[in-house]
């Protein structure tokens, strides 16, 4: 059966994580995407600048997210997927922070992830291709990264999901790591045969997608089944805003310009029967403090719409 | 084959009066045009093309041309419509070894077209012919066709082309597309490398010779966000012929090279585009397309912009073509003892290795730095005529003048670490270069 979720950041909180939980339930949500990276800001990263949460054990850290499993449980909210924080080195970044990235905050993340029982966490390749000059070196980078945490997700039962990123150039969004569908299937292959188990998939994020115009529907087919999870948002094509879906517009015709019926059909092809997230969190600072609850609503009734069309039997039957 | 830098000559020589553009394209030092036969029959034209006698008004241009015979409706008068054009060209000694066939709108709905476009094209090779044309550029073919649908839709329209294409020794160049979706671009037939890659080989398998070829679109890659080392390095030997245009990365323009600027760095992706053409070792042909610049620039400074525009292009060829020059010559020594002769070391040090350095700080005299031997410029004087001096310091003409002045007649050539194929991830500070 699919299932809806959306993150938990700008929901989610720490000093009273479960009424965060009950607000999701109520919202319409039977799953959450657990926003671990929050506690590890990309901004700070990139200017070098490291907090210590993931210096606590790793019995702290759990003590730490007890009150959000059990907020989680006792919503009935089902934590599929979390997002490790990122990125996991620094080009050209300190050795201390990059060893911190690589030693402490990843296999700690790989923990957190067991312990909320999550089969799913999202990492994102290296943006290194401008150094070493070729995608397939970059991306060498990044399977030295998943081979020192695959054998942690074989043993925990956890899928490491690649998902693709874009990168900048002159303030212009272009495509980044894992763009290529056809490669990231071969390589999801070569892993899972390599460590004899399902421990890499892919997380296809709509709104990096549809900033670079890639076919959403050639995409999702090329990935079938290796697409484990989502993250649902729109944009204007221009900038990863992490909007809701079919909010921009850019013609008189006043119809959606990223290609939501592609994203349904690939979803349909592939009989996409896991969760449809959201990864919506900045529209919940775009609007009023006080309509968060009917915002929520709102995005699950797109996920309930989206599990329809997708499981149309009238269409899978022509 | 070397390159040859093209201009495309759309926004700069009007077609029934070609003569000051065309004059100005040759003047600036243009070797040959693109042939661009939508300059007698546009998308415009053919998009009422059935539908309205009179063509609602577009621009200036068209607005001139109302009285002649449409080539959309009479596409045998297409080569003596682009006649004076190509007399002109003739006359400056411009090639024209490459032609556009007439295209469609991106958000056309005009499916009803497909054979109005295959006589077009048809009778833009038949032209081709006549002027010893060797390209021709044909668009897959998009309007009205479902998704799934392109490659037999386009297999069919190409290979119906394919028999007269190899009569008359023309090769058929697809391009990268754009496809409009509700008004933005994004991907569409040949976007995608390997999609491009597999119809050229499956259309030159089933022509039985190779009378397909690829035109890689800057501008289209740059829309698409796209990787363009990747991109060329995956279709190969297969581009034939580069279009050479700018954009902002959100709307369709063909803007001047690094003119496309935010933040202080270009939008366009010019390292992957350089990185992946360098790499396949292009010489194919360099076509200059810059007509949106041209068309808000004044006619009084035209000819400054377009010699401009040649000079871009020709520093795209001497990026594009480093690693030929390098090929060249069996020996070589360097001149330059810092960052670019350690990116030289770590790009190129292993397939064309340097018998050494030299720099022109005595200090340095005799250290060894990237593993060569940092030696006097007077050392230059005993090499071999056919080694040449690179130089790897960013004032080239006057340590050319230098070694000139020295005696030194063998071959001086500059180096670049501008676009490279890979970097370190530090750049030496001048005290860290000795100390190395």
Redesign the interface.
């Known amino acids: 059966m699919i299932g809806i979720g959306v993150q938990t950041k700008n929901v989610v909180n720490d000093n009273h994580p479960e009424e965060g939980f009950v607000m999701l339930k109520r919202a319409g949500f039977s799953c959450a995407d657990f926003s671990l990276n929050a506690y590890l800001s990309n901004v700070s990263l990139y200017q070098s600048e490291k907090n210590d949460f993931f210096t606590q054990t790793i019995q702290e850290l759990e003590l730490f997210f007890t009150p959000h499993k059990q907020g989680a449980e006792a919503a009935g909210i089902t934590i599929n997927q979390m997002h490790m924080p990122y990125p996991v080195h620094v080009p050209g970044g300190d050795r201390e922070i990059n060893d911190y990235l690589w030693n402490q905050v990843a296999p700690k993340s790989m923990a957190v992830c067991a312990f909320f029982e999550c089969p799913y966490i999202v990492i994102h390749g290296f943006k290194l291709a401008h150094f070493l000059g070729a995608e397939e070196l970059e991306w060498q980078e990044t399977l030295k990264f998943i081979d020192s945490i695959a054998p942690l997700a074989k043993e925990m039962g956890i899928t490491i999901c690649i998902e693709n990123l874009y990168d900048g150039i002159g303030g212009h969004l272009v495509e980044g790591p894992c763009c290529n569908g056809k490669k990231a299937a071969e390589r999801i292959d070569y892993i899972n045969d390599k460590y004899g188990a399902e421990v890499l998939g892919f997380c296809f994020d709509t709104g990096h997608a549809n900033i670079v115009g890639i076919d959403f529907e050639g995409f999702i087919t090329t990935l079938g089944s290796r697409l484990k999870v989502l993250h649902i948002h729109d944009n204007d094509g221009i900038s990863d805003l992490h909007q809701i879906p079919f909010t921009f517009a850019k013609s008189r015709e006043n119809l959606s310009s990223t290609e939501w019926d592609g994203f349904i059909r690939g979803l349909r092809k592939i009989q996409f029967d896991r969760v449809l997230n959201f990864e919506t969190a900045p529209v919940l600072t775009a609007f009023p403090e006080p309509m968060k609850r009917d915002v929520l609503g709102f995005i699950a009734d797109i996920g309930r719409y989206f599990c329809e069309e997708i499981q149309r039997q009238d269409v899978i039957n022509s | 084959m070397s390159m040859n830098i093209l201009c495309a000559p759309s926004g700069l020589a009007a077609l029934e009066r070609p003569q000051k553009g065309i004059i100005d394209i040759a003047s600036a030092g243009f070797e040959g045009i693109l042939v661009d036969a939508a300059m007698c029959c546009s998308d415009h034209e053919l998009e009422f093309l059935g539908i309205c006698q009179n063509l609602p008004q577009k621009n200036r241009e068209e607005s001139k041309h109302r009285n002649r015979a449409k080539v959309s409706e009479h596409p045998e008068e297409l080569y003596n419509n682009l006649k004076p054009l190509l007399e002109q060209c003739k006359k400056e000694h411009l090639l024209t070894p490459i032609t556009r066939a007439p295209f469609l709108r991106r958000n056309t709905k005009r499916g009803d077209l497909k054979s109005v476009l295959a006589r077009l094209a048809e009778e833009s090779i038949h032209m081709c012919s006549e002027i010893g044309c060797g390209y021709l550029i044909v668009n897959p073919l998009f309007a009205e066709i479902g998704?799934g649908e392109e490659w037999k839709a386009s297999r069919e329209y190409y290979l119906s082309l394919a028999g007269t294409a190899l009569e008359n020794n023309v090769m058929i160049l697809l391009q990268n597309q754009?496809r409009e979706?509700?008004?933005?671009?994004?991907?569409g037939n040949c976007?995608e490398a390997?999609e491009a890659a597999a119809w050229i080989d499956r259309l030159n398998a089933e022509a039985g010779r190779e009378c397909f070829g690829f035109c890689m679109d800057a501008g289209i890659c740059?829309?698409?966000?796209?990787?363009m080392?990747?991109f060329a390095?995956v279709l190969g030997n297969r581009i034939k012929a580069v279009i050479l245009r700018d954009c902002?990365?959100?709307y369709e323009t063909a803007m001047l090279p690094f003119t496309?600027?935010?933040?202080?760095?270009?939008?366009?992706?010019w390292?992957g585009f350089i990185?992946g053409l360098r790499e396949i070792g292009f010489d194919g042909l360099l076509i200059m397309d810059f007509s949106t610049t041209a068309s808000a620039f004044s006619q009084f400074l035209r000819p400054q912009l377009i010699r401009f525009a040649w000079d871009v292009a020709e520093f795209i060829k001497w990026q594009i073509s480093m690693k030929n020059v390098l090929k060249k010559y069996d020996k070589r020594v360097l001149f330059g003892a810092g960052n670019m002769c350690r990116n030289y070391m770590k790009c190129y040090g292993d397939e064309f290795p340097p018998l050494f350095t030299c720099d022109n700080n005595k200090d340095r005299w005799g250290e060894w730095f990237e593993g060569l031997e940092i030696k006097p410029p007077e050392s230059l004087k005993l090499l071999p005529p056919d080694c040449a001096i690179f130089i790897c310091n960013i004032y080239y003409r006057e340590i050319e003048q230098q070694l000139r002045e020295m005696g030194i007649a063998g071959p001086i050539e500059y180096f670049n670490d501008e676009y490279?194929?890979?970097?370190?991830?530090?750049r030496l500070e001048y005290w860290e270069v000795s100390e190395q």
């Open positions: 998704r754009c979706l509700h008004g933005r671009l994004v991907r976007t390997e740059s829309l698409c966000g796209q990787d080392r990747e390095s902002d990365g959100h496309c600027v935010n933040r202080g760095q270009s939008a366009t992706d390292l990185r490279m194929p890979s970097y370190y991830f530090d």
